[in-house]
C-alpha cells in the first residue's frame, strides 16, 4: 500500500492510501453530496481542474462504463473518498475506478476521514490543495500551494475547437460549448433538435450563417467574468433568437444583461438541491454542480426577472428576460446523474422557438414581451393539481 497526502492551504493534511495515477497535482478542492452517479461526475467538465471529494463513503463499486461518460475524457484533477471497492460488480462495468484514473493520469486519494474534510470546506470554504506522495516536504508544499496562482482558462480547456453536427431533426439548435454535458445532447435529441455544436469563441456573425431556430448556452467550468467577448455575442444573439442558458450558460446570460456573479462559499454540487418556481409554486429537486452564483441585488434595473430560487440558501436558480425570449436556470435540468424533476425546462425551450417562429422576425425596439405573443413555457404556467 502506497499513502498519499492531501495538504490545504489552511495548513490541514489527511493522509490515506493511493490509487490512481502516481503524480502530484495542485487544484481547488471541493465537494458533492451525490449518492450515486461518481463516473458522470468525474465526466463532467465543469469539474475540470478541481480536486473532487466524495461526501458518500463507498465510490467506484459499479466500475466504469460506456454509457454513462458525460465527456468522451475526465479533466478532473484529483479525486478523494472514503472507501474504493479493489473489484467491481456490475454487468455494465468495463474497468475498475483505479484503472480508468490511471488512464487518465488522474491521482486518487481514499481511506480518509471525509466528513471531517467535508465540514473543513463547508466551514472555510473551498480552498487550494496538492495531493502529494509520502517522502513529499510538507512545510515547502504549503509555501508553495499558498503562493500558487491556479489557471483560469478552464473553458478553452474543455471547449471543442471546431464546430460539429448532429443528426437532423426539427428545430435547429446552436449549442455553445462551455464544457457541456453529453446528457444535454441527449435531452435535446429526445425533442427531436438538430444541434451543432459550436466553439465557445465563436462570432454571432458564424452563428447567424447557420441559421437556428434557437441557442443554448451550456455549462461549463470557472468563473463566467474570466471569458472574455462572449458578453457581447450573447447581447447580439439574444435580439434575434430564443435563448436557453445552463449553469454557466445562465451565469454567461446574466452577465450580458447587466447582473453580477458572485462566488459561493463552498458551492452548489450534489444531486439533492429544492429549487422553487416562483409563478407556480412547484418544487423540484435538482442537480447542480457550481462554484459561482449570480447576485440577486444585481438583477433589478436589468430586463432581467427571478424566476426560480433555490430553498436552502435563496440563491438565484433561474432568470427570463422580460422582453425577449431568453431564460436560463443555474442547476442541470438534463439531470444525469441525478433527479429528473427539471427536464420540463427543455420543453419550455422548445415553447419559445416555436413561439418564436410563429411571430416571425420582430422588430429589436419592440416592447411588448415575446412571451405575450405566443406559447407561454409550461413551467411558468399555474400549478395543477398533481403537478407539485
Known amino acids: 500500500m502506497t499513502t498519499r497526502t ?34 458522470e461526475t468525474l465526466t463532467d467538465q465543469s469539474y475540470n481542474g478541481q480536486i473532487v471529494t466524495f461526501s458518500y463513503p463507498l465510490i467506484g463499486n459499479t466500475g466504469i462504463n460506456r454509457d454513462d461518460m458525460e465527456s468522451l475524457f475526465p479533466t478532473t484533477a484529483g479525486v478523494v473518498c472514503r472507501e474504493y471497492p479493489r473489484l467491481a460488480s456490475n454487468w455494465r462495468n468495463r474497468v475498475s475506478l483505479d484503472q480508468f484514473l490511471k488512464v487518465h493520469d488522474i491521482p486518487g486519494l481514499a481511506g480518509i476521514d471525509t466528513r471531517a474534510l ?24 504549503l509555501e508553495s500551494l499558498r503562493s500558487a496562482e491556479l489557471p483560469t482558462d478552464q473553458v478553452a480547456r474543455v471547449s471543442t475547437r471546431t464546430a460539429y453536427p448532429s ?34 469563441t465563436i462570432s454571432a456573425e458564424r452563428v447567424r450563417a447557420l441559421a437556428p431556430d434557437g441557442i443554448m448556452l451550456s455549462n461549463g467550468p470557472g468563473d463566467p467574468k474570466s471569458l472574455d467577448g462572449v458578453e457581447q455575442v450573447i447581447r447580439d444573439l439574444q435580439e434575434d433568437y430564443p435563448i436557453f442558458g445552463i449553469c454557466l450558460g445562465h451565469q454567461l446570460l446574466c452577465l450580458a444583461n447587466g447582473a453580477d456573479t458572485y462566488k459561493l462559499p463552498f458551492g452548489h454540487r450534489g444531486f439533492n438541491h429544492p429549487v422553487k418556481d416562483l409563478r407556480s409554486g412547484r418544487i423540484d429537486f435538482t442537480s447542480q454542480n457550481h462554484g459561482f452564483a449570480v447576485d440577486p441585488e444585481s438583477i433589478p434595473g436589468t430586463e432581467l426577472e427571478i424566476t426560480q430560487i433555490e430553498i436552502n440558501d435563496g440563491t438565484v436558480e433561474g432568470v427570463r428576460h422580460s422582453r425577449l425570449p431568453a431564460i436560463s436556470v443555474q442547476y442541470h435540468p438534463d439531470a444525469a446523474a441525478g433527479p429528473h424533476d427539471a427536464e420540463h425546462i427543455f420543453d419550455d425551450f422548445i415553447d419559445l422557438m416555436d413561439a418564436h417562429r410563429q411571430a416571425g422576425p420582430a422588430p429589436r425596439d419592440m416592447s411588448a414581451p415575446v412571451l405575450q405573443r405566443g406559447a407561454v413555457p409550461r413551467s411558468l404556467m399555474p400549478a395543477t393539481e398533481g403537478n407539485n
Do not use: W
Open 167 to 200: 443528426p437532423l431533426g426539427g428545430h435547429s439548435v446552436v449549442l455553445f460549448d462551455f464544457g457541456l454535458k453529453h446528457s444535454i445532447l441527449r435531452e435535446l435529441a429526445r425533442r427531436g433538435c438538430a444541434v451543432t455544436v459550436v466553439p465557445h
Open 118 to 141: 467535508v465540514r473543513r470546506l463547508r466551514t472555510e470554504g473551498v480552498m487550494k490543495g496538492v495531493l502529494v506522495g509520502p517522502d513529499a516536504d510538507l512545510e515547502n508544499e
Open 6 to 39: 492531501l495538504l490545504l492551504a489552511d495548513g490541514t493534511s489527511y493522509t490515506g492510501e493511493a490509487f490512481g495515477a502516481d503524480r502530484q497535482v495542485r487544484a481547488e478542492v471541493v465537494f458533492t453530496t451525490g449518492m450515486t452517479g461518481y463516473q
